[in-house]
């Protein structure tokens, strides 16, 4: 019989149904909490057009009606991503719970996975659901308000459009090109620069991830006051930075303009996160693999 000692999805899939079953009151807390979240956005923006009459109603309110709910639900999936990714280690927050997870029939990186997989694709379907259930849902609040037809409709349609044109890296935008003395605008993608946003999220999300492997307990607290701590540290160096001379910086980005392009900027920025963002992955699993019943208070170095 061929066995894999090392990686096996089969016992992957076990790993994350026990996670699933063990965690099934946190999960449905987590999607009511999604779902109040995205219910009161629509009610919110109910309240907001209540009385409107349908002269008023113009293309542009339509649009702005839109944009509110675009905004907010990309503001909730962010939150709820950064929030669900700190709790990675969620069932090693007691020795019990220690004990129970560390016995469990699978190889370190099996149980590492199962974690992530729970924790990112696991977000996007309460994500997706709780989003669902509010656009249905708030259809029975609209009898309360004096709410204009012209904009009481599917929202979520919309929004995913929305959010498929912005985040979309191949959507064309026009550029002014300079050509020695004359310029042109030529359509352009955006695809680097999107490449240097998206890699931008990612180590963001990996902070998370790497929080929630060092601290068990309150790890989005924690990761957030660090994270705060540290901008606001740099923000007072780049301050009192000001005052040196970025001559030569200048100089040199000017002498090497050639091949010093936007491009070759936002791609070198992307593989930079990337590369942190790999980083931050690695040391979430090697914390994970020094994971101890007794949780030992140096258990970093």
């Not at 057009?49 to 639900?73: L, N």
């Not at 990675?88 to 019990?96: D, H």
């Not at 999220?201 to 790497?210: A, D, G, P």
Request: with cysteine; glycine share 6%; net charge positive.
């Amino acid at each position: 019989m061929y066995t894999n000692n090392f990686f096996c999805l089969s016992r992957i899939a076990m790993v994350m149904k026990r996670e699933i079953m063990g965690n099934r009151k946190k999960n449905l807390f987590g999607f009511l909490g999604l779902y109040s979240a995205f219910l009161l956005t629509y009610l919110g923006i109910m309240a907001k057009y209540d009385g409107y009459e349908i002269a008023r109603i113009t293309e542009r309110t339509s649009s702005d009606f839109t944009q509110g709910h675009f905004q907010t639900f990309i503001v909730i999936t962010v939150v709820a991503f950064l929030y669900f990714a700190s709790r990675i280690m969620e069932n090693m927050r007691t020795k019990e719970l220690r004990i129970a997870y560390l016995m469990v029939p699978a190889t370190s990186i099996e149980k590492f996975v199962a974690c992530a997989c729970y924790v990112t694709v696991g977000t996007v379907i309460l994500l997706i659901g709780a989003s669902v259930l509010a656009e249905l849902t708030h259809f029975l609040f609209v009898p309360l308000f004096d709410f204009p037809d012209a904009v009481n409709t599917f929202v979520l349609p919309q929004v995913w459009e929305m959010s498929c044109n912005v985040f979309n890296p191949f959507v064309t935008y026009p550029v002014q090109v300079w050509d020695g003395e004359s310029s042109r605008i030529i359509e352009q993608t955006m695809f680097y620069n999107w490449l240097c946003v998206f890699s931008i999220l990612l180590w963001f999300h990996s902070l998370y991830i790497l929080g929630g492997n060092i601290w068990y307990k309150s790890a989005f607290v924690k990761t957030t006051g660090i994270i705060i701590a540290v901008s606001l540290v740099l923000a007072y160096v780049v301050v009192n930075a000001g005052s040196l001379h970025w001559n030569w910086l200048y100089d040199m980005m000017q002498h090497n303009s050639s091949w010093l392009t936007e491009n070759f900027m936002s791609g070198a920025g992307a593989l930079f996160f990337f590369l942190l963002t790999a980083l931050n992955w690695r040391l979430g699993y090697k914390l994970f693999t020094r994971s101890q019943v007794i949780n030992p208070k140096f258990r970093l170095l």
